[in-house]
């Protein structure tokens, strides 16, 4: 019932039918909190309902709401559908006023624990209700703190706490003009509404922006019965995982600290105790929690994220969850819970995201470097990465944007930083602990974080940061390990991971335990799709990284990337500038060698797989210097005046070259170029082919609009194969089809399928004339649009399926009406991302495409794809 009562709500049910110890409470599903929004009102008869289950809580609980004596007091806290961790908002000890809070002292034998909970409530509901910043807050309990010579809040004194709670009073009366409500039922009401309205703020629509969650989901609110950890050296809170969120090791893994509340823990405002010292602090309430945590990860067969509470020497659960975790943990817990019966590998499979596996192949600091670590903190979230220190969440965006690479520095970081968290590389915060904001937010992000580094004293004002003498100011590189929670001063170097070291041979798999359950999981991932995956390589060496990370073909083999090379660049702008075909071939004939190399190289790397290999698309303009030093050298190289270099490249330059004289329009207007890249390719294969390679050539001929164009390509390159093929008197099977990237291909692509043997949509371009969109350009407004809700995505991101998607499928069922084993397939980079890789499927699409390094991503989600649809079997162990 997630999506009625949220994930919290759902799984606080969940336990107490279970027989968990969970504090008595109810839920007020998420419809509730969409309807406040759209109307701004509570909806009707809700009021009555609250009331209604209030009664019912304080008969449960045996305490009554406001009451002098022994007062119930309420937890207010948020819970949507999808985990949306601290981002939004929770208010804890609601009820208190200046009489309960006597009530409170007298009941629970300490008044110090009172207006301890006193001050923590009118810190929370002044913050979230009445807007008063939490900052002002601090700054109060700070110089509280100084001016009693403590270091931590518990050691603060009754008095001390006394006085606190009228400072606060008069902070709230001074900030927002009104005295802090004092009435429990108005309290009550201002926080459910303050939880609703929590949906809309700024982190948490990043958050939902970011991890793709739907806007109309909305938050349910829970309303539970309080339980204090923070009555003393008997109680205590923390935050735990059933397994190791970084790793994935088989170990209980959390944080916890002694008479205090949650938020303490989650917000890293004190650097917390390790899980395991509860054992001597709090015996008989760890040993149950033990229990609990092997109890709830059975019943859910997942990893658990468990908030709680011991108060007075008795375990309470407050929250399970799925765990957020990195792809290394995502990977090794999914096939150890195979391994131990818990679930299935298609189950495995699927708890995998397709998009969490490139993390796998973050680079790591190279272990030959001789470096000494500025600071040391806990190892949040693996990876390595280098930037500019920035102190703040604004100026991490503001720089990342600029294409700078930036390392957010924070004392702790706060759900209002989460739009810096995304910008920057890496995270480093001085306080705070494994399971705080800013290391659960960095692992599921998959960024690399260091926290509670505790030598690090942060100076915001300043921007810069010490650590025993060593000042770093914003500006300064620094490079982040958040496998060992070190942090460098200077860019350091950085090597491959042991997936990428395994893959392209600098290391054996033997003794890569990584390596070994990413390749499991993908052998299972692989025995589940139907879609094939293909890579977009344009060299030997990109062709053995595919295949490596298990392409079955190369999907888009982009020749044009083959002539910037060295002397390659000259023989191209030779042929460019030459006055007539015969100085063209003559440029032609120097090229052609370097191609056929070039292609004999790929069959070999591709042997026993297809590969398609695009002519010449781009227009010839991109080839030449525009000016400068380098037009003056090739001048003088080609034997020509500067001035009449200039003159043609003038006379190359177009108003719109995307749409302009390329792909097959070039071939058509020199033939000789599609005679030479065709002789390449045919050359090369038969000289493959005597190699004992077994090759598989597709000749693909681009931006074609109509059937004319693309028979008149077609008829040049199956007379160089006549030519060549005849002549060395071999036989190479061969195809020849078209790329899809205009829509008017799409409409025509019945005419079109009567003689070309495959449909490969270039959804780059594609999209580009789809929308009237120029991707070079687009990037200054299509920001805006996403953040505005005018479209759901980048279109050059994520495959827009309402658009571009209806003319492939207008194109796939056209063409195989002519062709009904018309093979087609999509080599943009779409074809790498997961939920444009499930639409592929979905319309019957035989391959997708994608850069070698994404390969990995798209045979899990092409599997994600087949078993979500119930199309394929399920994998086998």
């Given at each position: 019932?997630?999506k009625?009562l949220?994930g919290?709500?759902?799984?606080?049910?969940e336990?107490?039918n279970?027989?968990?110890?969970?504090?008595?409470?109810?839920?007020?599903?998420?419809?509730?909190c969409i309807?406040?929004?759209?109307?701004?009102?509570?909806?009707?008869g809700?009021?009555?309902?609250?009331?209604?289950?209030?009664?019912r809580?304080?008969?449960?609980a045996?305490k009554?709401?406001?009451?002098a004596?022994?007062p119930?007091?309420?937890s207010?806290?948020s819970g949507a559908?999808?985990s949306?961790p601290g981002?939004?908002?929770?208010i804890l000890?609601?009820?208190?006023n200046?009489?309960?809070?006597?009530g409170?002292?007298?009941?629970s034998?300490s008044a110090?624990f009172a207006?301890?909970?006193?001050?923590?409530?009118?810190?929370?509901?002044?913050d979230v209700?009445?807007?008063v910043?939490?900052a002002?807050?601090?700054q109060?309990l700070k110089?509280?703190?100084?001016?009693?010579?403590v270091a931590?809040?518990s050691e603060?004194?009754?008095g001390?706490l006394?006085n606190?709670?009228?400072?606060?009073k008069?902070?709230?009366?001074?900030?927002?003009g009104?005295?802090f409500p004092?009435?429990p039922?108005?309290?009550?009401?201002?926080a459910?509404?303050a939880?609703w309205r929590?949906w809309?703020?700024?982190k948490a629509?990043?958050?939902?922006r970011?991890?793709?969650?739907s806007?109309d989901?909305?938050?349910?609110?829970n309303i539970?019965a309080?339980v204090?950890g923070n009555?003393?050296?008997?109680?205590?809170?923390?935050v735990?995982?059933?397994?190791n969120?970084s790793?994935g090791?088989?170990?209980?893994?959390g944080e916890?600290?002694v008479n205090?509340?949650?938020?303490?823990v989650?917000?890293?405002?004190?650097?917390p105790l390790s899980?395991?010292?509860m054992a001597?602090?709090l015996?008989?309430?760890?040993?149950?929690l033990?229990?609990?945590?092997?109890?709830?990860e059975?019943h859910?067969?997942?990893?658990?994220?468990?908030e709680?509470?011991?108060e007075?020497?008795?375990l309470y659960?407050l929250q399970t969850?799925?765990g957020?975790?990195?792809?290394?943990a995502a990977?090794?817990?999914a096939?150890?819970?195979?391994?131990?019966?818990l679930?299935d590998?298609r189950?495995?499979v699927l708890?995998?995201?397709p998009?969490?596996?490139g993390?796998?192949?973050?680079?790591?600091i190279?272990v030959?470097?001789?470096a000494?670590?500025i600071?040391?903190g806990?190892p949040a979230?693996p990876?390595?990465?280098s930037?500019i220190?920035?102190f703040?969440?604004?100026?991490a965006?503001?720089r990342a944007?600029?294409?700078t690479?930036v390392i957010l520095?924070?004392?702790?970081?706060t759900p209002?930083?989460?739009h810096g968290i995304?910008?920057?590389?890496?995270v480093?915060?001085a306080?705070?602990?494994?399971?705080s904001?800013?290391a659960?937010?960095a692992?599921?992000?998959?960024?690399c974080?260091v926290?509670?580094?505790?030598?690090?004293?942060?100076d915001?004002?300043k921007r810069?940061?010490?650590?025993?003498?060593?000042?770093?100011?914003e500006?300064?590189y620094i490079t982040?390990d958040?496998?060992?929670?070190k942090v460098?001063?200077?860019?350091?170097?950085t090597?491959?991971?042991e997936?990428?070291q395994?893959i392209?041979g600098?290391?054996p798999h033997q003794?890569?335990p990584t390596?070994g359950?990413?390749?499991?999981?993908l052998g299972?991932?692989?025995?589940a799709r139907?879609?094939?995956?293909r890579?977009n390589?344009?060299?030997?060496v990109?062709a053995?990284?595919?295949r490596g990370?298990g392409?079955e073909?190369?999907?888009?083999?982009?020749?044009e990337?083959?002539?910037?090379?060295?002397d390659?660049i000259t023989?191209?702008?030779e042929m460019?500038?030459?006055?007539?075909?015969?100085g063209?071939r003559?440029?032609?004939?120097?090229?052609?060698?370097?191609q056929r190399s070039?292609f004999e190289?790929?069959f070999?790397?591709m042997?026993g797989?297809?590969?398609t290999?695009?002519l010449?698309?781009p227009?010839l303009?991109e080839?030449l210097?525009?000016?400068?030093?380098?037009?003056?050298?090739?001048?003088?190289t080609?034997g020509?005046?500067r001035?009449?270099l200039?003159?043609?490249v003038e006379?190359l330059?177009?108003?719109n070259?995307?749409l302009g004289?390329r792909g097959c329009r070039?071939?058509?207007?020199y033939?000789?170029i599609t005679e030479?890249?065709?002789?390449?390719?045919?050359?090369?294969?038969?000289r493959?082919?005597?190699?004992?390679?077994?090759?598989r050539?597709?000749?693909m001929i681009p931006l074609?609009?109509t059937?004319?164009?693309?028979?008149n390509q077609r008829?040049?390159l199956?007379?160089v194969?006549?030519?060549?093929?005849g002549?060395m008197g071999?036989?190479v099977p061969?195809?020849?089809g078209?790329?899809?990237e205009l829509?008017r291909a799409?409409l025509?692509?019945?005419e079109i399928?009567?003689?070309?043997e495959f449909?490969?949509?270039g959804?780059?371009d594609?999209?580009?004339?789809?929308f009237?969109?120029?991707?070079?350009?687009?990037?200054?407004?299509?920001p805006?649009y996403v953040?505005?809700?005018i479209?759901?995505?980048?279109p050059?991101q994520?495959?827009d399926?309402n658009?571009?998607g209806?003319?492939i499928?207008?194109a796939?069922?056209?063409g195989?009406?002519?062709?009904?084993q018309?093979?087609v397939?999509?080599?943009?980079?779409?074809?790498g991302e997961?939920r444009s890789?499930?639409?592929c499927h979905?319309i019957?699409?035989?391959?997708?495409?994608?850069?070698?390094y994404?390969?990995?991503?798209?045979r899990l989600?092409a599997?994600?794809?087949a078993l979500?649809?119930?199309?394929q079997?399920?994998?086998r162990?």
């Open positions: 019932m997630k009625v949220g919290k709500g759902a799984n606080l049910a336990m107490t279970l027989g968990v110890p969970v504090p008595p409470g109810f839920t007020i599903s998420c419809d509730c309807e406040f929004l759209q109307t701004g009102k509570t909806p009707d809700l009021q009555q309902e609250v009331d209604a289950h209030m009664r809580l304080e008969e449960v045996g009554r709401f406001g009451d004596n022994d119930l007091l309420v207010v806290r559908p999808v949306m981002m939004m908002e929770t000890n609601l009820g208190l200046n009489r309960t809070v006597q409170l002292a007298h009941h034998g110090r207006f301890d909970s006193f001050r923590r409530f009118i810190q929370m509901y002044g209700v009445l807007h910043p939490s002002q807050f601090e109060l110089a509280k703190r100084l001016t009693a010579g931590t809040d603060l004194s009754e001390e006394r606190l709670v009228e400072e606060y008069s902070l709230v009366r001074a900030t927002s009104n005295e004092m009435e039922a108005a309290q009550l009401q201002g459910i509404e939880v929590s809309t703020l700024k629509v990043d958050y939902r970011v991890n793709g969650i806007e989901l909305g938050t349910a609110v539970v309080m204090f009555m003393g050296e008997d109680s205590g809170t923390g735990a995982f059933t397994r969120p790793t090791e088989r170990t209980f893994y916890f600290l205090a509340q949650g938020e303490d989650v917000a890293g405002i004190r650097t899980i395991d010292e001597t602090r015996p008989n309430a760890y040993k149950e033990l229990a609990t945590q092997d109890r709830l059975r859910y067969c997942d990893m658990q994220d468990i709680f509470t011991v007075r020497g008795s659960l969850r799925t957020k975790r990195t792809a290394t990977v090794r817990v096939i150890d819970m195979v391994d131990e019966g679930i590998p189950t495995a708890r995998v995201p998009d969490q596996l993390q796998l192949l973050h680079p790591v190279d030959s470097v001789r000494t670590p600071a040391s806990l979230s990876g390595a990465a930037g220190a920035v703040d969440p604004d100026v965006e503001a944007s600029d294409g690479s520095v924070r004392d702790e970081t209002e930083d989460f995304v910008a920057a590389k890496a480093v915060t306080r705070g602990g494994m399971t904001h800013a659960v937010v692992r599921g992000m998959g960024k974080a926290v509670g580094a505790k030598d690090m004293h942060v915001l004002e810069q940061f010490t650590v025993d003498g060593t000042i770093v100011s500006g300064d982040v958040g496998a060992t929670g460098y001063k200077g860019d350091l170097p090597t491959p991971s997936v990428v395994v392209r600098m290391r003794g890569a390596y359950a990413f390749a499991r999981l299972w991932a692989d025995e139907r879609l094939k995956v890579a390589a344009d060299t030997p990109d053995r990284i595919a990370f392409a073909g190369i999907g888009l083999c982009r020749t990337h083959m002539f910037f090379e060295g390659r023989a191209m702008r460019i500038v030459a006055r007539d075909i015969v063209r003559r440029a032609l004939t120097k090229l052609l060698p370097i070039d190289g790929i070999e790397a042997h797989l297809p590969v290999i695009r010449l698309d227009p303009h080839f210097p525009h000016g400068g030093e380098e037009s003056k050298l090739l001048a003088r080609l020509i005046s001035a009449e200039l003159h043609i006379s330059r177009e108003t070259p995307m004289h070039l071939g058509i207007t033939p000789e030479m890249q065709g002789r390449a390719i045919f050359e090369a294969a038969v493959a082919k005597r190699r004992g390679i077994d090759v050539p597709e000749i074609v609009a059937a004319r164009e693309f028979e008829g040049v199956e007379e194969a006549r030519q060549v093929l002549g071999e036989e061969y195809t020849i078209t790329m899809i829509p799409a025509t692509a019945d399928a009567k003689s070309a449909f490969s949509f959804t780059n594609l999209t580009q004339t789809t009237g969109l120029s991707r070079d350009d687009a990037g200054r407004f299509l805006n953040e505005r809700g479209i759901p995505d980048d050059f994520v495959l399926q658009g571009v209806k003319l499928g207008i796939v069922s056209a195989r009406s002519v062709r009904p018309l093979k397939g999509i080599c943009g980079e779409h074809g997961p890789v499930k639409f979905a019957g699409l035989d391959y997708v495409s994608c850069s070698p994404r390969v990995p991503i798209a989600a599997a994600h794809a979500e649809s119930g199309s079997e399920s994998p162990a």
